[in-house]
């Protein structure tokens, strides 16, 4: 199995920036993506970035050229950049791990082998 820790999220004004980070464990060598989601209150969880294990990253289009993410390696950590943060991006970011879906199945994907907690980034006008 493999367990998936989220970092403390935030709360910024619209413009900022913040950083999330996921630490993985367990049988992380199996994981073919790895990615993050948010739900938003009233609406349904969405995919918002996922990167495979060659690297080659998948993005919404809510947030790309604002969001980037990236994995270290050696450390199993998984993070998103987000920059110029918008009211809308207020949700619960979900770290999600898969042993076979590719970063693009990923973010469009409804089941995730795996999943963590959730942290909450508010962004404020």
């Known amino acids: 199995a493999v367990q998936l820790v989220e970092s403390a999220g935030g709360s910024v004004q619209a413009g900022g920036s913040l950083r999330l980070s996921c630490a993985a464990s367990g049988y992380t060598y199996s994981l073919r993506s790895m990615g993050w989601f948010r739900q938003a209150p009233g609406k349904d969880r969405e995919g918002v970035a996922a990167?495979?294990?060659?690297?080659?990253?998948s993005y919404a289009d809510s947030v790309k050229g604002r969001f980037t993410i990236s994995k270290d390696n050696a450390k199993n950590t998984l993070y998103l950049q987000m920059n110029s943060l918008k009211p809308e991006d207020t949700a619960m970011y979900f770290c999600?791990?898969?042993?076979?879906?590719?970063?693009?199945?990923?973010?469009?994907?409804?089941?995730?082998?795996?999943w963590g907690k959730g942290t909450l980034v508010t962004i404020s006008s």
């Open positions: 999600a791990a898969d042993l076979g879906q590719n970063s693009e199945e990923l973010i469009h994907a409804i089941s995730v082998d795996y």
């Open positions: 990167i495979d294990n060659d690297g080659t990253t």
